[in-house]
């Protein structure tokens, strides 16, 4: 079977995993490499590439086309609305959620001068980040992980914010600081691995045998607690969910203002059972306490056309 990938470092790396399960379980596969909106406009902010699913679209045009029949994302990239027939058939167990930062000398963050510069593409984690640090600086800074690195390294940025599972699933052990998520509340679905096929497809039926269903839970209400505020994947939005024991999920939200001044915040427990109803009354609470409206005001400000 024709697996979709990106061609980045780390989305190969994902795509091999998925192989791997795969393989393990008699499954053969090849490999196409897809280059999307997102790989080709890396000179620019990703609020200012135009639409959604700037790293998923032409994927999904490739699988439709029958040109790949399975295809590999990071999971907080997918938009909520998918094309019709095509069907996420598999929501690999999550690696860390957890942003990470990596300095040039090794400093932590509380440790940084004032007007230490951070880069960061995201606007999450630049209002968090001033949220906690308002005397940092924070410039744009996209590329891959080795292109934001020697960025770093060639002193233009004295730390950089990334993703824990991406440096996981590099295998690479770097001296950073790990981020506590009731600070750095990570992106809904950051650290997971979504498989995408044709709806009733034999892709579909072999890959749904990865499935994690924690996993699926807890992702699929990180989107619904969200949804309401429809802040995409360019405002300052995060969403994270976990089980707290085999009957509960903690369930913790914010939106902020694009400077980190303004927030408004859910930190609550919900049970398992009818997930779907509690998680969709947290995303009313969330739009009722003002996130939809600082979420307008970002994209007012940052001139996104929805």
């Known amino acids: 079977m024709i697996i979709g990938t990106r061609g980045s470092a780390l989305a190969l790396a994902q795509a091999d995993i998925v192989a791997k399960m795969l393989a393990d379980r008699g499954i053969e596969t090849t490999r196409k490499i897809i280059k999307t909106t997102g790989d080709k406009f890396t000179d620019r902010p990703l609020h200012e590439v135009a639409g959604v699913g700037a790293f998923v679209r032409e994927l999904d045009d490739k699988m439709l086309e029958g040109f790949i029949e399975i295809a590999v994302h990071s999971m907080k990239d997918l938009p909520s609305v998918r094309p019709a027939g095509l069907k996420t058939s598999a929501v690999i167990e999550r690696d860390s959620p957890h942003d990470v930062l990596l300095t040039r000398d090794g400093a932590k963050l509380d440790d940084l001068p004032k007007g230490a510069v951070i880069g960061t593409t995201s606007m999450r984690r630049r209002a968090q980040l001033l949220r906690y640090r308002p005397d940092l600086q924070v410039k744009d800074l996209r590329g891959n992980i080795n292109t934001r690195m020697k960025k770093m390294e060639e002193g233009f940025y004295d730390g950089i ?15 950073v600081e790990r981020l506590e998520i009731e600070n750095f509340c990570p992106s809904a679905n950051q650290g997971t691995i979504a498989v995408v096929t ?51 999920i903690r369930v913790l939200a914010e939106v902020l203002s694009i400077d980190g001044t303004r927030q408004v915040r859910i930190d609550e427990i919900i049970p398992l059972e009818d997930y779907q109803k509690h998680a969709s009354k947290l995303a009313k609470k969330l739009v009722a306490m003002g996130g939809k409206d600082l979420v307008k005001e970002a994209v007012s400000k940052l001139r996104i056309t929805k």
């Open 161 to 175: 914010l990334l993703a824990e599972a991406g440096l996981q699933r590099m295998k690479w052990e770097l001296d």
């Open 198 to 248: 044709s709806e009733g497809s034999e892709a579909e039926t072999l890959t749904s045998q990865l499935d994690h269903t924690q996993t699926r839970i807890v992702t699929e209400i990180e989107r619904i607690v969200i949804k309401d505020v429809e802040g995409g994947c360019t405002a300052p939005i995060g969403s994270f969910s976990q089980f707290i024991n085999n009957d509960e």
